[in-house]
T-cell receptor
């Protein structure tokens, strides 16, 4: 069975500050991990993915995440927050390739203040 | 550009009526698509896996007779909410599976049952 835990339902940062959104996973097999972003009343957009290649993954909009097996973590970071980053972020896990289910975390709402 | 579309984006219906939501894969043939529902300020809950040419696989607790899924072609899956009630009001999102683990999501459909 697989699961993800996102610590912090809300994270507040100032514009220009570091963004850190936490995700820990549990998986009985080597996982594939994803971060998605959701803007109000919209679907989800893929930010980045880890698929067992490089442990540091770069995504769109300046985001990156590092896979740490020893810590079972896949935290999302961005060096400098922008107002347009305010959204809901979801971490998700799947057991690998193929047409398999994604298991989502509960989400973290990022608030960016001027 | 978008690779998955949904129609309609918003629908309001009266209690007891049925509503059909369409999910189209725009860029690729999709043998597997997924249907989710999302309540306000919550994560996505997988409802069912839609398989082209065969019956959908429903998650535990999802009423298959209430949420009818048809995947009659490689580009179209439909979700019909039958005899809708106010508690069925939600945001419904579909996704297209890829062979490499991630999913591409549609923009969602807001269903309001009055």
């Amino acid at each position: 069975a697989q699961s993800v835990t996102q610590l912090g339902s809300h994270v507040s940062v100032s514009e220009g500050a570091l963004v850190l959104l936490r995700c820990n996973y549990s998986s009985s097999v080597p996982p594939y991990l994803f971060w998605y972003v959701q803007y109000p009343n919209q679907g989800l957009q893929l930010l980045l993915k880890y698929t067992s290649a490089a442990t540091l993954v770069k995504g769109i909009n300046g985001f990156e995440a590092e896979f740490k097996k020893s810590e079972t973590s896949f935290h999302l970071t961005k060096p400098s927050a922008h107002m347009s980053d305010a959204a809901e972020y979801f971490c998700a896990v799947t057991p690998g390739t193929g047409f398999q289910k994604l298991v989502f975390g509960t989400g973290t709402r990022l608030l960016v203040s001027p | 550009g978008a690779v998955v579309s949904q129609h309609p984006s918003r629908v309001i219906c009266k209690s007891g009526t049925s509503v059909k939501i369409e999910c189209r894969s725009l860029d690729f043939q999709a043998t597997t698509m997924f249907w989710y529902r999302q309540f306000p300020k919550q994560s996505l809950m997988l409802m069912a896996t839609s398989n082209e040419g065969s019956k959908a696989t429903y998650e535990q607790g999802v009423e298959k007779d209430k949420f009818l899924i048809n995947h009659a072609s490689l580009t179209l899956s439909t979700l019909t909410v039958t005899s809708a009630h106010p508690e069925d009001s939600s945001f419904y999102i579909c996704s297209r599976a890829t062979g490499s683990g991630e999913q591409y999501f549609g923009p969602g459909t807001r269903l309001t049952v009055t």
